[in-house]
């Protein structure tokens, strides 16, 4: 059958970089038409004049902004802001980085706080940390120095990068810009995430010394610390401090990262009672909350408390999203509940605009699992017939599921199909699917299947060491030379282990 294949080529990127370099050419330019003259003649609005020329892979920087300036029409600030905001959710982070610059440029002293923050932020995703750094160090002003502190700190804390991010804290300390709870959080996050546990009481005491006023997310972080050094005790104990906190407000979070403590030390009951409580506590303003908590209630195999917060989530006045669907389906499909994850899926189908692939993965995954073959099929060829374009998971579900039910031409087949279709992506499937496949060929003394087996996985570049043992073993059981297989295995480029070392050798010795 026929698969659709997603375009792989980013095209917009390619002309970003040569269309770019030719404007910059010409805007040392005395005459008054400018490169983007032929783009959008005079007039209009300067909001969809920058978004429809992105769209055409030119970026909209200093060039365009100032010859706007130029002929007499108000810039405002505000409007390019919102620009920004609109270019970034399209991920178009260097025609946003130029407008900031020309911002900074022009009007340094309208920068708000947050546009430096912004700046710092866009400057890592389009240049990297170290250019970042540069950027840190060229500041002058308290203000524009602590707003972009935070975000280099979170960049350290990003990559790992302890002793990068306590040197930078001991010198955003010493010049007086650590004032809020937020960089001594990043830093708890970061040794949490490295399990430095004991460094986060470390952070807590020295915000109590210079009396920075902890926020929830501090509190939480220290909780999780205290349970993971000291047990649930230690945790508690947190807890009641914060609840004697007049400063903060203890919200579903705080009682999530609770429930998270005592599901760890076994303690399922006080987890679900925790959950209950910060049940009442979320705010319908949106889903967020209520999909935080289903995914733990999974997690604890409490069924209830799925359904009761999936019912409750529809009170938030907004649609609920894809990744809402894949959140619930991946928490019913964890749970068993195959029947009423098809209810949920149906409801998904029925009102989606563009078949999102990722969803019916979740229902895939968990009929191949079960054993559900068949459905699975069927699932996949609706998906096809929907507009759904499989991708690599797609395929790595249907491989395996192959695999299992011992259907090893379906799941060639598939491998197949999925190699070619996901060629521009660089997809490369799990070797332990091409070993797995040799190997049943090898129970099954099938040596020719498995010789053009070995084909495709070549021509793809997949073969490897174990799939060359398989057939070595094959060929020596059926007492004939395998010196073509070691051959082929030199020929690319995979080295031999002691097994495959001494079938050479063997070979050798019988050919002398």
Request: hydrophobic content about 40%; proline content about 2%.
């Amino acid at each position: 059958m026929l698969f659709k294949v997603a375009a792989g080529f980013n095209l917009s990127r390619f002309q970003s970089s040569w269309t770019w370099r030719y404007v910059l050419s010409r805007s040392c330019s005395t005459n008054k038409e400018t490169p983007f003259s032929g783009i959008y003649p005079g007039g209009g609005d300067l909001r969809k004049q920058i978004l429809k020329v992105v769209s055409l892979g030119v970026n909209p920087t200093r060039s365009l902004l100032q010859n706007w300036a130029d002929e007499g029409r108000k810039v405002s600030l505000n409007e390019l802001r919102v620009i920004i905001r609109l270019l970034v959710g399209r991920r178009r982070f260097g025609p946003a980085l130029e407008i900031l610059n020309w911002m900074e440029t022009q009007h340094s002293s309208q920068m708000s706080p947050y546009d430096y923050v912004r700046k710092l932020e866009l400057t890592v995703k389009e240049h990297g940390r170290i250019e970042a750094e540069r950027y840190f160090e060229s500041l002058t002003s308290t203000v524009s120095m602590k707003a972009a502190s935070l975000p280099l700190l979170h960049c350290y804390v990003e990559e790992r990068s302890t002793e990068k991010a306590e040197a930078f804290m001991l010198k955003i300390s010493k010049l007086g810009l650590a004032l809020s709870p937020h960089p001594f959080n990043e830093m708890m996050k970061l040794y949490k995430a490295t399990s430095q546990y004991q460094k986060v009481r470390s952070v807590i005491l020295q915000m109590k010394q210079n009396r920075i006023t902890l926020n929830v997310l501090s509190y939480n972080l220290w909780m999780d610390a205290c349970g993971e050094l000291s047990g649930v005790e230690s945790a508690e104990m947190v807890y009641k401090e914060m609840l004697g906190d007049q400063n903060v407000l203890v919200g579903w979070s705080s009682l999530s990262t609770l429930a998270n403590i005592y599901k760890k030390a076994g303690l399922t009951d006080k987890a679900i009672l925790a959950l209950k409580t910060a049940e009442k506590k979320i705010s319908n303003s949106n889903h967020y909350p209520y999909f935080f908590l289903i995914t733990q209630y999974a997690s604890l195999n409490n069924k209830d408390g799925v359904h009761r917060v999936w019912e409750a989530s529809k009170a938030v006045n907004s649609a609920i999203t894809c990744a809402n669907y894949m959140c619930m389906l991946s928490s019913l499909v964890k749970l068993g509940d195959i029947r009423e994850a098809e209810k949920i899926f149906a409801e998904w189908e029925s009102q989606c605009r563009t078949y999102d692939i990722r969803v019916s993965n979740i229902l895939l995954g968990g009929y191949m699992r079960n054993g559900s073959v068949e459905k699975a099929e069927w699932l996949h060829y609706r998906t096809l017939e929907k507009g759904g374009c499989p991708n690599s998971k797609t395929w790595e579900i249907l491989v395996e599921g192959w695999i299992r039910s011992q259907q090893m031409d379906k799941a060639i087949d598939a491998l197949k199909s999925g190699l070619a279709a996901l060629k521009h992506y660089e997809w490369r499937s799990s070797p332990s699917i091409a070993v797995a496949i040799s190997e049943y060929f090898e129970e099954t003394r099938n040596f020719e299947k498995a010789m053009e087996f070995l084909t495709t996985l070549r021509h793809f570049g997949l073969a490897n060491l174990q799939v060359y043992k398989s057939l070595l073993r094959m060929q020596t059981s059926r007492e004939e030379s395998p010196l073509y297989i070691l051959e082929m295995m030199q020929n690319d480029g995979i080295d031999m282990d002691d097994e495959t070392s001494a079938i050479y050798s063997g070979v050798l010795h019988c050919e002398n």
